[in-house]
C-alpha cells in the first residue's frame, strides 16, 4: 500500500468503517489510497457505489451556471462534484495523507449494561463464577486419566491445537510433545 509521510496507510476496516457511519467521502478517499496498490474487483466496486452515492445524492447544490450546462445525469456520468462536496472530499483525502482521519471515528459504547443496580451485577458475577466453578469440576471429572487416553483422543487433542489443513512442515515437533505431554501429566482431583 502506498504510505503517506507518516508511514501510516488507511485499510478496508477502516473505510467500510466511515461507510457505516455515512462518512462518504471519507469512504472514498480511504478506498481511493487503498486502489494505489489494490486494485481487486472489490475496492473498485467499492468505490463506483461510493461514487454513485456521492454523486447522486439529492442535497448537493451545484452553482447555477452548472446545472444549466449538465443534466443531473451528465453531472454524475462526468464525476462533476458540487462545491460542497469537493471542499469535503480534499479535506478527507489531506486528513487520510495526515494520518489524523482514524481521529473522526466515533464508537458508541452500549452501556445499558451498567444502568442496572450494583447489587445485580455483583449477583450477576457471583452467578458466573458459580458456573465456571461447576464447569470447572465437572470437565475434571470427565477427563479420564492419562493411562486412559485413546489415540482417538490424542488426534481430537491435537485438532484442538492445529488446524487440520495446516502443512506439517509449519508445526513444530515441540509443539506436539506438548500436547502428549499435556496428556499424560497427572491431573488433581479435588
Same mark, same amino acid.
Given at each position: &500500500? *502506498?504510505?503517506?509521510?507518516?508511514?501510516? %496507510?488507511?485499510?478496508?476496516?477502516?473505510?467500510?468503517?466511515?461507510?457505516?457511519?455515512? =462518512? +462518504?467521502?471519507?469512504?472514498?478517499?480511504?478506498?481511493? &489510497?487503498?486502489? =494505489?496498490?489494490?486494485?481487486?474487483?472489490?475496492?473498485?466496486?467499492?468505490?463506483?457505489a461510493l461514487h454513485q452515492r456521492i454523486l447522486n !445524492? $439529492?442535497?448537493?447544490?451545484?452553482?447555477?451556471?452548472?446545472?444549466?450546462?449538465?443534466?443531473p445525469e451528465e453531472l454524475a456520468y462526468l464525476r462533476? #462534484?458540487?462545491? =460542497?462536496? +469537493?471542499?469535503?472530499? %480534499?479535506?478527507?483525502r489531506e486528513k487520510l495523507n495526515e494520518g489524523s482521519?482514524? %481521529? @473522526?471515528?466515533?464508537?458508541?459504547? @452500549?452501556? @445499558?449494561?451498567? !444502568?442496572?443496580?450494583?447489587?445485580?451485577?455483583?449477583? #450477576?458475577?457471583?452467578?458466573?463464577?458459580?458456573?465456571?466453578?461447576?464447569?470447572?469440576?465437572?470437565?475434571?471429572?470427565?477427563? $479420564? !486419566?492419562?493411562?486412559?487416553?485413546?489415540?482417538? @483422543? #490424542?488426534?481430537?487433542?491435537?485438532?484442538?491445537? +492445529?488446524? *487440520?489443513?495446516? *502443512?506439517?512442515?509449519?508445526?513444530?515437533?515441540? !509443539?506436539?510433545?506438548?500436547?502428549?505431554?499435556?496428556? =499424560?501429566?497427572?491431573?488433581? *482431583?479435588?
Amino acid at each position: &500500500m *502506498k504510505n503517506n509521510s507518516s508511514g501510516w %496507510a488507511p485499510t478496508i476496516t477502516l473505510a467500510k468503517l466511515f461507510e457505516e457511519q455515512n =462518512q +462518504f467521502f471519507e469512504a472514498l478517499s480511504a478506498y481511493e &489510497m487503498i486502489s =494505489q496498490t489494490d486494485s481487486s474487483a472489490a475496492v473498485r466496486e467499492s468505490i463506483e457505489a461510493l461514487h454513485q452515492r456521492i454523486l447522486n !445524492d $439529492p442535497a448537493n447544490r451545484y452553482d447555477p451556471r452548472i446545472e444549466k450546462l449538465f443534466t443531473p445525469e451528465e453531472l454524475a456520468y462526468l464525476r462533476i #462534484l458540487d462545491h =460542497q462536496g +469537493f471542499e469535503n472530499l %480534499a479535506r478527507a483525502r489531506e486528513k487520510l495523507n495526515e494520518g489524523s482521519l482514524g %481521529a @473522526d471515528i466515533y464508537i458508541e459504547e @452500549d452501556e @445499558d449494561w451498567l !444502568d442496572g443496580d450494583e447489587a445485580e451485577t455483583d449477583a #450477576l458475577t457471583q452467578i458466573l463464577q458459580e458456573i465456571e466453578q461447576q464447569t470447572q469440576l465437572n470437565l475434571a471429572e470427565t477427563v $479420564p !486419566d492419562a493411562r486412559e487416553f485413546t489415540v482417538k @483422543d #490424542l488426534l481430537m487433542a491435537l485438532l484442538s491445537r +492445529f488446524d *487440520k489443513d495446516q *502443512k506439517l512442515t509449519d508445526v513444530k515437533l515441540s !509443539d506436539l510433545v506438548a500436547v502428549i505431554l499435556e496428556m =499424560q501429566e497427572p491431573k488433581d *482431583k479435588p
